[in-house]
């Protein structure tokens, strides 16, 4: 089966820069994801890693480790609208492209 | 604009009573799904399909049932078999190459009681 791990909360400063890590395990892995959602409201999708690296947009980037089962979301210059939940998922193999969440971090951030 | 749609945002219901929740999209996505969210918890595949008339269950599918009568629509019902029925449920869809990227309606939120 398959199983991700990420910190339950996190919490930085306006206008710094926070990480928010995830390692999973899982077979037939094909990439790793990240969403993010507002309290009440829908996950919308940030990034998709598929190779090692970091990927970069805008103010997030998102890096993997396909060797250490490992990746990260990266929020730089953070802004008080960033408070949300931050959710890694893994693309894998399973008959069709099957996506597993893991169970979110909640980042806030302060003044 | 193209995207998801979900009604009704807030249903509330007796226990023992079935009730269906509606997903409709116009962005011609292949593949739809349903997801129940409880709270501090990820999201939990209940059922998905790929193509019209045709479903698999998720990880949880006991107590929920579905049908794909059209490549817009697919609305779920939670039936009274469901033991813990209330949660935040959302529907997405991906296209046919892209199950990564997600695209997830408003959401409805179901209290049993």
């Known amino acids: 089966g398959q199983s991700l791990e990420q910190p339950s909360e996190v919490t930085a400063v306006e206008g710094a820069i926070v990480q928010i890590n995830c390692t999973y395990q899982t077979s037939g892995f094909y990439g790793l994801s990240w969403y993010q959602q507002h309290d009440g409201g829908a996950p919308t999708f940030l990034s998709y890693n598929a190779l090692d690296g970091l990927e970069e947009t805008g103010r997030f980037s998102s890096f993997l480790s396909r060797s250490d089962s490992y990746g990260y979301l990266l929020l730089q210059e953070l802004q008080m609208k960033d408070s949300a939940s931050y959710f890694c998922?893994?693309?894998?193999?399973?008959?069709?492209?099957?996506?597993?969440f893991g169970t979110g971090t909640k980042l806030q951030v302060i003044p | 604009d193209g995207g998801i749609t979900q009604s009704p945002k807030y249903l509330f219901r007796k226990e023992g009573q079935n009730v269906t929740l509606s997903c409709e999209q116009n962005?011609?996505?292949?593949?739809m799904y349903w997801y129940r969210q409880d709270p501090g918890q990820g999201l939990r595949l209940i059922y998905y399909?790929?193509?019209?008339?045709?479903?698999q269950k998720g990880d949880i599918a006991e107590g929920y049932s579905v049908s794909r009568e059209k490549k817009e629509s697919f609305p779920l019902t939670v039936t009274s078999a469901q033991k813990n029925p209330t949660a935040f449920y959302l529907c997405a869809s991906t296209a046919a190459s892209g199950a990564y990227e997600q695209y997830f309606g408003p959401g409805t939120r179901l209290t049993v009681t």
């Open positions: 399909s790929q193509i019209v008339n045709d479903f």
């Open positions: 998922a893994v693309v894998s193999s399973g008959g069709y492209q099957k996506v597993t």
């Open positions: 962005l011609n996505h292949d593949a």
